[in-house]
């Protein structure tokens, strides 16, 4: 039986997530966020709402003023039952440029217009009232349930890497981004690269004095997109994912139009599939691009003494998890069975972009991405979310959990 809202309800749900949007977590940075501590207010709220549905908080900080939360009933969940986790995130990305009042919820054309509607706390605010109402129904699974709000995943998902590594740990878990109501099982995993070369600055009227650094940086941009480093990258498929992809997204370099620039910056973004792990990319890059600038004829003799690392360096390097949940896990297809009958869903989906499921998978979560909305609108100037999509995802996540009530979701 699929659980629809009454008007009591989907005007409940609006209103927590009218109240949720008008609190300012924009996480901009993690230097600025140490300082500002963006997600304190609205964690403060989040907790106080969790307590009157008859939860237990613990917060756990990632750091001063950071909280992640975690909250359950003590009295629900059958002893040496399985345990699954709703999360979704407490922050936000800035709202510089935005054509819509960030923090006042508009209402327009059957759509609420505002900072975090669709990112993400449309999603926190549709796993919070399906879990209240099928509390207040009495129908909760046998399963363990926990909702957890984690922090600064708009700065890479420190928040769930941070929980992650206090030791906390469900069996299953389903992660609040806007999927449109549909289940995500597999995303790819980020690897961040910055690359700086190196030359000899001289004045531009004798440029064969000076070794240029940004004529070296063509060489590196000819290398990223180029067939042998191109081949290498999407040499591995993934069914959902398809192929790993790298990209030049910045470049920056010189110092003045008649300075033969000494220094030359590019930030190259990859997103890797599953099966290609980040420091073995990495590794092939470094190796492969030096092979490449020595056949263009350039080798690290020719700077001189420019750089003891020659004439490029990798000067950042980071790297994020992906997501690989079997479509057989019993979330995945649990879920998976109720988004069908919702909308059609014929089976799994694969995204690019990336979420607090990485952490989690990697700590052994079988985890899932849903919620409402299109990713499209996110991190937009006028981000907002469908009405109908809210409420669906609410009504999907009660589903399931009425649909189990008094048995296990993650068994049998």
Known sequence: MIQSLSEADKKDLLDLLTRLVAIESVNRDPQTSRRTRPEERIAAFVTEHLRSMGMVVEAREME???????????DQG????????????????????????????????????????????????????ALAIARREGALPSDKLYFVATVAEETCCQGAAALMASGFRT?????????????????????WLTIETHGRACHASMPHLGVNAIEIMSRVVQFVHGPAWQGRIKRSSHPLLGESTMSVTTIE?????????????????????????????????????????????????????????????????EAYPPLDCSPDAPVARRLGEICREFNGQPGPLGVNYFA????????????VLFGPGDIAQAHTVDEYIELEQLYQAAEIILTLLTRHAGRSILRG
């Open 253 to 317: 370099g010189g110092a003045k139009i008649n300075i033969i620039p000494d220094t030359c910056r590019i930030q190259i973004d990859g997103r890797l599939v599953p099966s290609e792990p980040a420091n073995q990319v990495a590794a092939d890059f470094r190796r492969m691009l030096a092979e490449h600038l020595a056949q263009s004829g350039l080798q690290p003799s020719a700077a001189g003494d420019i750089n003891k690392s020659g004439l490029f360096s990798i000067v950042r390097e």
């Open 78 to 129: 059958a002893a040496g039952a399985p345990s699954l986790m709703l999360n979704a995130h407490l922050d936000t990305v800035p709202v510089d440029g935005m054509t819509v009042n960030p923090f006042n919820v508009t209402i327009r054309d059957g759509r609420a217009y505002g900072r975090g509607t669709c990112d993400t706390k449309g999603s926190m605010a549709a796993f919070l009232t």
């Open 171 to 191: 069996d299953a878990a389903i992660v609040g981004e806007a999927t449109g109501c549909r289940v995500v099982t597999s995303h790819k995993g980020p690897l």
């Open 356 to 367: 607090d499921t990485g952490p989690f998978n990697q700590a052994g979560i079988d985890a």
């Open 64 to 74: 001063p003023g950071r909280p992640n939360l975690i909250a359950h009933w003590p």
